[in-house]
């Protein structure tokens, strides 16, 4: 027993001698009288629980009991402070002061923000200890400390941070060897209703443990502009839980806690974490060179609904559609093609959009990957070279081709453009800035009716058009009802 138990216990009994003095002092007679029928309560069973029941809950609280005893000391909280700039005081150029607002000051003026978060520790190489967290906690801090579950504090160093997956590693280092690192489980395994648990220290409050089950894996993070599927769960997550672990009942990691849906800002049973398995392969690129590296294809994916699918001739057919492809880009080279609707990588069913920029993302740079399309309702292989993504090859417009995305006449559209139903071709939509299209001035809402002067009615036999095998350069006919005008020309 503790020191802190003791007290407690020891308390306890000081109160129960007192009161019994008190009492055998004020009725002594009547105590006596009543003998065995006297009973405190904490003589008397709460409930009664069949043994074997009983048990079982025992057994589940000693698992409870073993996961949090051994793993929390993995798990860390980290602060940091990071270096963030004021914008310059809009009444900086008037000869008087405001309540509440800064002095004065005609340009920015920097400051430091502190904040928390949580790690555990995955790795050991000598004195050096590995952390992983978050992007959003550690990626951008100009301080970090690493806070053991035992109060110590380590400074903490960056080794790498990728935002695009929301992870980061951090590295601090200590003479105690015997600091435990916990153990990366296989998130692939993981199913809806497994039991799970989620450390950290959510609003500072640092080595908690919630308890809950997985409410469903998949989940997409294109709401919060991340690449990962997540495990979603109902174990409370809250603020301060971000790069904290996500456990099994085999106490592994299977996933970071990265974020929560809430319309309170606190925990609503609505947790998700990235999935360990998309992470393994980031901590050696971290530690090798700083930063991950992606897979570059070169083609713009889209989600496309059924009634998209079945104007493509793909109905029923899980996927992921090139709506636009990237002049000179790996896929292009490799004799990929805008419309191609993307079925298989390296032997792998393409399920989703998300699925393959992941799957994509993590080829290594100058290796070949098999693909198979979908073009004009007929399967075909393709071998493409990849190579290493950029932000400047990324983000670049001026080569997207055909720089818009089509959209079949339905008649929700049609409605919307107000066009008459003798109208055939597609509509034009999102079209990029300094693309093939900006430069031939197509404009959303605008209907091609025809490619190189042959007509098209539909998406199939638009991109058919576009087959760049069989032409270099391309006009688009855009039609009305009150009549048609072409563009220029776009040549390869």
């Not at 959003?136 to 109060?151: C, R, T």
């Amino acid at each position: 027993m503790n020191r802190i138990a003791k007290n407690i216990v020891g308390a306890a009994v000081a109160a129960v001698l007192s009161f019994g003095l008190i009492s055998f002092s004020c009725s002594g007679k009547k105590a006596a009288a009543n003998g065995a029928n006297t009973a405190f309560a904490d003589t008397v069973p709460a409930v009664k629980i069949p043994a074997e029941s009983l048990s079982v809950l025992e057994a589940m609280q000693n698992v409870f009991r073993s996961i949090s005893e051994q793993v929390l000391p993995s798990v860390v909280e980290v602060d940091v402070t990071e270096k963030k700039t004021r914008p310059a005081n809009p009444f900086g150029d008037l000869p008087f002061k405001f309540f509440g607002f800064p002095e004065a000051d005609e340009g920015e003026r920097e400051y430091e923000a502190q904040g928390l978060g949580s790690g555990v520790i995955i790795r050991k190489d000598g004195k050096k200890y590995y952390v992983l967290t978050n992007n959003h906690v550690a990626g951008k801090a100009s301080e970090i400390s690493v806070k053991l579950n035992d109060g110590r504090k380590f400074d903490g160093k960056l080794v790498g941070a990728d935002e695009r997956m929301d992870v980061a590693l951090v590295s601090f280092e200590a003479d105690d060897a015997s600091i435990p690192i916990a153990t990366l489980g296989d998130s692939d395994k993981v199913q809806t209703g497994d039991i799970c648990f989620a450390m950290g220290a959510p609003l500072g409050y640092s080595q908690s443990v919630t308890e809950g089950i997985v409410s469903a894996t998949g989940r997409s993070g294109g709401q919060i502009g991340n690449i990962n599927d997540f495990i979603q769960t109902d174990t409370a997550i809250n603020q301060g839980n971000s790069g904290g672990p996500l456990l099994n009942i085999y106490g592994e990691v299977i996933g970071i806690n990265t974020w929560i849906a809430s319309q309170s800002g606190g925990s609503q049973g609505l947790g998700f974490a990235i999935p360990i398995n998309n992470i393994k392969h980031a901590i050696d690129e971290f530690i090798a060179n700083g930063k991950v590296t992606y897979g570059w294809l070169g083609v713009s994916l889209v989600e496309v609904r059924d009634e998209v699918k079945e104007s493509l001739g793909v109905n029923g057919k899980d996927g992921a559609f090139a709506s636009q492809i990237f002049v000179d880009s790996p896929a292009f080279k490799g004799g990929m093609q805008a419309g191609d609707y993307i079925t298989e990588l390296n032997g792998r069913a393409v399920k989703s959009v998300d699925q393959l920029v992941r799957d994509v993302g993590s080829l290594p740079a100058n290796k070949e990957a098999k693909f198979k399309v979908v073009r004009g309702g007929k399967e075909m292989p393709l071998s493409v070279m990849i190579t290493e993504r950029t932000k400047e090859v990324s983000s670049s417009t001026a080569k997207l081709w055909p720089g818009f995305v089509p959209v079949p006449l339905t008649d929700d559209v049609r409605k919307k453009l107000e066009l008459d139903k003798k109208i055939e071709g597609v509509a034009v939509t999102n079209v990029q800035a300094k693309s093939p299209a900006a430069s031939l001035r197509l404009q959303d809402g605008d209907v091609i009716t025809a490619v190189n002067g042959k007509k098209v009615k539909n998406l199939a036999e638009f991109y058919a058009a576009l087959d760049l095998t069989k032409t270099k350069s391309v006009q688009f006919t855009i039609g009305s009802g009150a009549g048609s005008i072409t563009t220029g020309t776009y040549s390869f």
